[in-house]
């Protein structure tokens, strides 16, 4: 592939953009100075060990892998029959039905977690992370709804017919022929809604409640009091994380899956 | 010196493996040229360095006597046919042929007249403000071909235009092809991997294989000299045997029985050992067993009927051989049959 | 399938949206909607709030610069990365990353580079080209740099989707007609990715107008918008109704971008 100078110089800029800031939160972790500097002095690893050793962070950590783990679980046990069934099916209302699925990404982030705030913690004083839940498990149904649907588009469902065929009944060919065939898809939907759900701000903003804070809160609240190097060592076991989650995708459905 | 020259072309995408290897191809003006080979064989790399989109590692491409080996592809002026047609997905049937003349800055009474003209000549007149996703393959297939003719191109170059055609649309089609390069004149290069397509379309046709070219002449030569087993297995030679030179114009096979051959006195030179091939349609069978040269016994394993005639395989002990035989006597499997090789229908390779 | 396993299929999904979803929203924004009866009273109250006119405007026409740097810059960056080859997978997985990485975590990086402190104003004071650190916190300058650094790696990685599309056939046969690469990039490469930079605009647009933690890290108090001024009268000041309000606003903005953005991207699709 030949290369344009114009097109290459673009992007080299806006890749710097996208990294420099990543690269600097990294380096600012192992500084020894009690406020954040770059470049740094001195090298230590005190700020990782203080961030392990912080009861608040660890818990908050707990909570948001709890959640990430519950939410992602309910909104597949939810959305997968719901995708398979629309992609069985040819009713004139199956259309309307998938919006109506995929309506909580119509609806900001932060409105979802005010109106669940509103109904469930003031109104029926339902405990804190059960509206955690609720709130993160509309949050992923989307992901489940479109990543998994599109799979299920790919589906040669004729597959499905030799199995009934063959003697298989209805329930144990989905768990032993569909299933199978369209995990790429539920694997790339648990890793997106995971992610999101890990990462959100707006639905937990509202719905956190003493003494239970999901990670991204903990942090948050963090910062805007104090500005030292144990953020940016939380940052670094974040990105750590989300490395391996890539690489993991990468080794199993290849990248672009996650792009869809 | 001829139209379009390549010389010592090399290719390689990974600087290891080769894909062409010290290519050498020279195409007279007016002619229509096949690459002709199976897939991976080399012959769209070759089309691409011909076309600016591959920039080989070493070699030379001129044409008309000028270097265009590093000239961009947009300033070579040549007019390109892929086999997914690659028509503008967002511009009518008028706007696509119109694009070329449009970045030539042809003003746009004559641009007008030449691409309706263009458009009349390939039969699209009516379609001109359709849009490519309304038309046929056929129909997209000749607006492609309008669009690159349309520029008067100094060469034409076709990548399998007709693959993603149905069968009798591709028969029409490359008439329509041959006829257009014809009346324009154009030089063209044409690849394909379908031999019968190649053959009758084709003024000269360079057989391809692992980045080289195996035979480079007409199709008529091609087909009844083929240079080499790999070219004589691609033009339906499938039978193959060995022999031994004995004595001037004499040879032997594997079992010593001396075989008959006419084209051996073509050669002459000090080669001792060569591989016969015949055409499964070459070969007579006869039921009862004659005796006499380039005559082989066996028994048949299996029968297939081909519409036109019956294909069997035989067992012999010379190995197994393939025969057509005509409809009008018909041999069980397992009989005992006698095959003659006539002398002048085996070739030399 | 039969109609009953279907609607069993569907069954769960449908009341969990019906019962926590749109039930508290109707029951939270219903309020809204009356003032001793049905009234659009508390809305054209605020739309003649100068304060909450700011923040709406502020909020607009940050998602609207935001959208437009992000489809500059996206559309080049984006073709670059459909026409490699081996780096292709690299570079998306370098554009992905900081889609997956909390936004917490990327607002704070900017907190690092734009504070009085920061990367930026030691640098350019080490280089002398300033003598006072430059205000760049808290700014609407940092909550725009905050909410391109959120949405561009989403444009990237649609454009890229969406440029996929175009065979590599096309692009060569227009350079094979004359058209020099920046003439096939503005005369076949962009018109057949509009609706790609239509649905990435969208993304970032309805993103940009409801991101909460970016504004709320990079803007401070006194650059409120839409999300973090919903957090502020709901939380800091139990004005349910100003909060639902501002809800609604925020949804009906998004649910019309997207539908005015659907209508657009129809019609230029004439593939």
């Keep these: 592939m030949r290369k344009s100078v114009g097109l290459t110089l673009i992007a080299v800029v806006v890749f710097l953009f996208l990294t420099v800031p990543l690269i600097i939160i990294t380096a600012t972790a192992f500084g020894e100075a009690s406020t954040i500097r770059f470049p740094i002095q001195g090298f230590t690893l005190k700020w990782f060990t203080a961030t392990f050793a912080s009861r608040s962070f660890m818990s908050s950590l707990g909570l948001s892998f709890a959640l990430a783990s519950y939410a992602t679980l309910l909104a597949l046990l939810v959305g997968i029959p719901a995708s398979y069934a629309l992609s069985k099916t040819t009713f004139r209302t199956n259309p309307r039905l998938r919006a109506f699925f995929l309506s909580p990404t119509f609806v900001p982030g932060i409105v979802v977690g005010y109106a669940l705030f509103q109904f469930l913690v003031i109104q029926w004083r339902m405990p804190v992370f059960a509206g955690l839940l609720l709130g993160h498990f509309l949050v992923s149904l989307p992901y489940v709804i479109r990543v998994v649907g599109a799979s299920l588009e790919q589906f040669d469902f004729s597959i499905e017919e030799v199995a009934w065929s063959l003697g298989c009944n209805k329930p144990k060919a989905f768990l032993k022929v569909v299933l199978p065939n369209i995990g790429s898809g539920i694997v790339a939907a648990f890793m997106l809604s995971f992610i999101n759900s890990f990462n959100n701000i707006p639905v937990s903003m509202f719905l956190t409640g003493p003494g239970v804070s999901t990670l991204p809160t903990t942090l948050m609240n963090y910062i805007e009091y104090s500005y030292d190097p144990s953020v940016s060592a939380i940052s670094v076991v974040l990105m750590g994380v989300t490395v391996v989650l890539m690489v993991i995708v990468e080794r199993t459905l290849g990248i672009g899956s996650l792009a869809k | 010196m001829s139209y379009a020259v390549l010389e010592n072309i090399r290719v390689s995408y990974d600087g290891k493996t080769p894909v062409l290897t010290d290519l050498n191809l020279s195409i007279e003006r007016g002619e229509l040229v096949s690459l002709l080979g199976a897939s991976g064989c080399g012959k769209t790399t070759t089309l691409r360095v011909v076309g600016g989109f591959i920039e080989p590692r070493a070699g030379r491409f001129t044409l008309n006597g000028v270097d265009m080996t590093r000239t961009a592809v947009h300033k070579r002026n040549f007019g390109l046919v892929f086999q997914s047609y690659a028509l503008f997905p967002h511009l009518t049937v008028f706007e696509n042929v119109a694009f070329g003349l449009k970045l030539r800055k042809i003003e746009s009474a004559s641009l007008k007249s030449r691409v309706m003209a263009m458009l009349d000549i390939t039969d699209l007149g009516a379609l001109a403000n359709r849009y490519p996703r309304q038309l046929s393959g056929g129909q997209r297939q000749r607006v492609a071909l309008a669009r690159a003719l349309v520029v008067e191109p100094q060469l034409l170059l076709l990548d399998e235009p007709l693959s993603n055609l149905d069968a009798k649309l591709r028969l029409s089609m490359r008439v329509e092809i041959k006829r257009l390069q014809k009346k324009l004149g154009i030089t063209t290069i044409f690849v394909t991997h379908d031999q019968e397509e190649c053959f009758s379309i084709s003024d000269r046709v360079a057989i391809m294989d692992k980045g080289v070219i195996q035979q480079f002449d007409t199709p008529e030569a091609i087909y009844s000299h083929p240079a080499n087993e790999f070219v004589a297995r691609f033009v339906g030679f499938t039978n193959f045997f060995n022999l031994t030179a004995s004595g001037t114009g004499r040879c032997l096979n594997n079992l010593g029985e001396e075989m008959v051959i006419d084209e051996i006195r073509n050669h002459t030179g000090g080669q001792t050992s060569w591989t016969g091939a015949i055409r499964p349609d070459d070969i007579v069978l006869t039921g009862t067993e004659v005796s006499g040269t380039n005559r082989l016994t066996g028994s048949v394993e299996v029968r297939t009927f081909l519409g036109k005639s019956y294909q069997y395989e035989l067992e012999t002990k010379l190995g197994r051989v393939v025969v057509n035989a005509p409809k009008d006597s018909i041999f069980e499997p397992g009989t005992l049959v006698c095959a003659h090789l006539p002398s002048d229908k085996i070739v030399l390779c | ?271």
């Design chain 3, 1 to 271: 399938m039969k109609r009953s396993v279907f609607l069993l299929l569907i069954a769960p999904g449908i009341l969990l949206l019906t019962i926590f979803l749109f039930y508290p929203l109707v029951v939270t924004l219903a309020p809204t909607f009356s003032n001793n009866g049905p009234s659009l009273a508390r809305y054209l109250a605020f739309f003649s709030d100068s304060y909450y006119l700011a923040v709406f405007f502020r909020t607009v026409w940050i998602a609207v610069v935001a959208t437009l740097v992000c489809m500059i810059l996206g559309v080049p960056t984006a073709y670059f990365i459909s026409r490699r080859r081996r780096s292709k997978s690299f570079l998306m997985a370098l554009s992905i990353f900081p889609l997956l990485t909390n936004p917490v975590v990327r607002a704070f990086a900017w907190i690092n580079i734009l504070g009085r402190n920061g990367v930026l104003n030691s640098l350019l004071l080490s280089w002398g080209w300033i003598t006072t650190p430059l205000t760049l916190l808290y700014t609407d300058f940092s909550i725009l740099i905050g909410t391109i650094y959120l949405f561009l790696p989403l444009m990237i990685v649609t454009l890229v989707g969406s440029m996929d599309t175009i065979e590599e056939e096309v692009t060569e046969a227009a350079e094979s007609l004359g058209a020099s690469r920046l003439v096939t990039f503005f005369k076949v490469v962009l018109p057949l990715s509009l609706p790609g930079i239509v649905v990435g605009s969208v993304l970032v647009f309805t993103g940009a107008i409801t991101a909460y933690s970016t504004p709320n890290l990079l803007g401070g108090n006194k650059n409120m918008l839409l999300a973090t001024l919903i957090y502020q009268r709901a939380m800091s000041l139990a004005d349910w109704t100003s909060a639902g309000v501002i809800a609604f606003v925020m949804i009906v903005m998004t649910v019309v971008t997207v539908m005015v953005m659907q209508k657009v991207s129809r019609r230029l699709d004439r593939r």
